[in-house]
């Protein structure tokens, strides 16, 4: 009974060992990381952990009711894969892809083993699973940049904290060229370098300042120097600890000889090889600082050729440069030792008279340079050239104490030189200053006029003495300025020429002109002419014509009562142009006239071409009438040859009786001028259309 007790408890012993052991087994399978299976011999699944959920998605319930599980999930392009790893005796890991519940795709490895019992029988087979996607990931990462790196342009190499060059992708072996790694790695990097930099400690300035950037020379496999530029940083472990240098080479020798030839550039002209602007300010700087010392007088000269863009644009832009050459020659003989000259640009000089006494000095040298320019043409090959210039003064220490100052003041007198005729000079003043100013203020105030809408129109009749009717009214704009008053064209309508802002204001003048003439035929008015003065720098415009249609189009005023008055100046600008534009303006019936007949355009040739409907006789021809033998000359051959062109002529500017007088007597009857009606406002020349005119100017018609 004892014995049968003994075995009885041992037998109940070793139970509760094999039970504690299978717990164990349990839980080690329970947590490993990794997806245990056991796999029956006929195929069914003994065992599946836990971590068959964390890797596929799927629940071990699943596998142990769907035993072909697993491989539904292999990703079909890994099946052989799959298949592969099912070799026991591989005894390997197999890397293939599944695609978990979700969709995603994930990678493991599979080892798959026999299992056997104490006897030696199969008991089926244990696979063991393995997910590797971040490994793979990890490793996919590094094979791009890997790619990367080997298949960039840019030169690069890692250096370890020794300074040897452990890697150099194939941009930095061709840099230096070198055909194998094997002729690169194990290097010192400063070997690399002109022996003026081997003694550099790349590495320890690395450590030191967190980083390497140096302009350097550096030496080629066959031994030719060329400019570098080095880069190197720091490449550490996760941990932080330095592993080696990054570094990034770039050839800079084409760049560094760029450099060094826009510097040269920069200080030089590329036409002439005079110095420039800035070479200028720098000598001009240094010119002003030994004459202020020495209490000693500087000249500083703006020169600017008469007339040199009609000279390029005549025999051509090549021409033009050859004749700058010719130009450059002659000044460099009229310098003194002291005396440089320099280009800024196109057709404008500067000449600096260093040591000049006083100003009839510095006047004296100016008119031989203004004479060894105008004396002689300048030969340009198959033609003969001559050319004129205008110089502007400006003195140190009277006009200016340092170079910006002396030469804006001096371009001053430049320009002051140019409306004085050309071929002169003038030096700086006060009162040039003041002058400019105020002209640059008035361009401000035309600015904010069109802004503000202080411009308005007046109105002067154009009469015919053999009705006494008012045949046209011409529109006159006046600037109704805030703080100077009333002001009259002259004063603003070459700024707003030379602004371009001519072309905002031609056009309201010309709608405005237009409404109001619509307004005056509504209100019982008879038709008239509206004549509208239209500038050089408008007929540039290429829609010039639709616009005027656009402003007819919406006034509703008909073509043939509008006539636009041009001045010579016109085709001068550009006569294949204007001709064009007058031939598309009257093809609309507009009607054309001529302004300030006599007064500009030497050729009358196209009093004969051109669409043209009257001429109007310029006032100072009118003003000095009958008393002026020369003046009634004029007008009488004016009145002659348009009659026998056909043409309709006016006079402008008529003041007294006798004027008009003098003009009638000589068969002239269209008349314009204060002795018939200053220039009106609207309302008031509206009153003035709707009196009996003929009873109004009966004077004018008195013998």
Not at 63 to 85: G, M, N, T
Not at 148 to 164: H, R
Not at 506 to 517: M, P, S
């Amino acid at each position: 009974m004892t014995a049968l007790w003994l075995a009885v408890t041992k037998y109940k012993r070793s139970l509760r060992k094999l039970d504690d052991k299978e717990k164990l087994l349990k839980t080690i399978t329970d947590y490993t990381y990794d997806w245990e299976l056991w796999i029956g011999n006929n195929g069914s699944i003994l065992f599946c952990s836990p971590a068959c959920e964390r890797i596929s998605g799927y629940a071990r319930t699943a596998f142990e009711k769907h035993p072909h599980l697993l491989e539904k999930i292999v990703h079909p392009e890994d099946a052989p894969r799959y298949r592969c790893s099912l070799r026991t005796e591989a005894q390997q890991f197999h890397a293939f892809r599944i695609i978990d519940r979700k969709g995603n795709i994930r990678w493991v490895e599979h080892l798959c083993r026999e299992i056997y019992d104490d006897r030696g029988n199969s008991l089926g087979r244990r696979s063991t699973i393995r997910d590797i996607t971040d490994r793979k990931t990890a490793e996919n990462r590094l094979l791009l940049a890997h790619y990367a790196i080997d298949s960039s342009k840019n030169p690069l190499a890692m250096i370890s904290m020794e300074g040897i060059i452990t890697y150099a992708n194939p941009a930095m072996m061709n840099l230096f060229g070198f055909t194998s790694s094997r002729e690169i790695l194990g290097k010192q990097v400063v070997s690399l370098l002109a022996p003026q930099h081997e003694e550099m400690d790349i590495v320890q300035t690395v450590k030191t300042e967190g980083h390497y950037r140096e302009e350097m020379l550096a030496r080629n496999k066959r031994g030719a120097l060329f400019e570098l530029e080095l880069q190197a940083f720091i490449t550490r472990d996760v941990s932080g600890s330095p592993l080696s240098l990054t570094a990034f080479f770039t050839d800079i020798t084409t760049k560094k000889a760029d450099e060094r030839k826009i510097k040269q550039l920069a200080f030089s002209d590329a036409l002439t090889g005079l110095p420039n602007r800035l070479a200028l300010k720098k000598d001009l700087d240094r010119t002003l600082a030994m004459a202020s010392q020495s209490s000693g007088t500087v000249a500083v000269l703006m020169l600017d050729l008469d007339d040199f863009k009609q000279i390029n644009d005549t025999t051509g832009h090549a021409k033009g440069d050859e004749l700058l050459l010719l130009l450059t020659s002659r000044l460099k003989k009229q310098l003194g030792e002291a005396d440089s000259l320099a280009r800024l640009g196109g057709d404008e000089f500067v000449l600096v008279f260093a040591q000049v006494d006083n100003t009839n000095r510095a006047a004296q040298k100016t008119q031989r340079i203004l004479s060894c320019l105008s004396d002689k043409s300048f030969d340009l090959g198959e033609s003969q050239v001559f050319t004129s210039a205008s110089i502007g003064i400006a003195l140190f220490p009277q006009n200016g104490k340092d170079s910006e100052t002396l030469l804006k003041h001096a371009d001053m007198a430049m320009y002051e030189a140019k409306k004085s005729g050309r071929n002169t000079y003038r030096f700086f003043s006060d009162e040039l200053r003041r002058r400019t100013i105020e002209r640059h203020q008035l361009e401000v105030g035309l600015r904010r006029a069109l802004r503000n809408e202080e411009f308005f129109l007046v109105y002067q009749p154009q009469v015919d003495l053999r009705t006494g009717q008012i045949i046209a009214l011409e529109a006159l704009v006046r600037w109704q300025h805030p703080e100077a008053g009333t002001l009259l064209p002259s004063m603003f309508i070459p700024i707003a020429e030379k602004t371009g802002l001519i072309h905002t204001l031609g056009e309201w003048i010309l709608r405005t002109a237009c409404h109001q003439a619509m307004q005056w035929r509504r209100s019982g008015v008879p038709p008239f002419r509206m004549a509208v003065n239209l500038s050089a720098q408008q007929f540039k415009q290429a829609d010039l014509v639709e616009r005027i249609e656009q402003v007819l189009l919406s006034s509703g005023l008909e073509a043939r009562y509008l006539e636009l008055e041009i001045t010579e100046s016109v085709f001068m600008e550009n006569l294949e142009s204007a001709i064009e534009i007058l031939v598309d303006l009257k093809a609309r019936a507009i009607q054309i006239a001529i302004d300030d007949f006599g007064t500009g355009y030497s050729s009358l040739n196209y009093l004969k071409n051109f669409p043209i409907d009257r001429i109007k006789i310029a006032q100072e021809f009118v003003r000095d009438v009958p008393d002026d033998h020369n003046d009634a000359a004029i007008i009488e051959t004016i009145l002659v040859m348009a009659e026998r062109l056909g043409l309709k002529v006016l006079a402008e500017g008529v003041e007294v009786k006798e004027q008009m007088k003098f003009l009638r007597d000589r068969n002239c009857f269209e008349m314009q001028g204060f002795y018939f009606s200053p220039p009106l406002q609207a309302q008031q020349m509206e009153d003035l259309l709707k009196q009996p005119l003929a009873q109004e100017y009966a004077v004018g018609l008195c013998p």
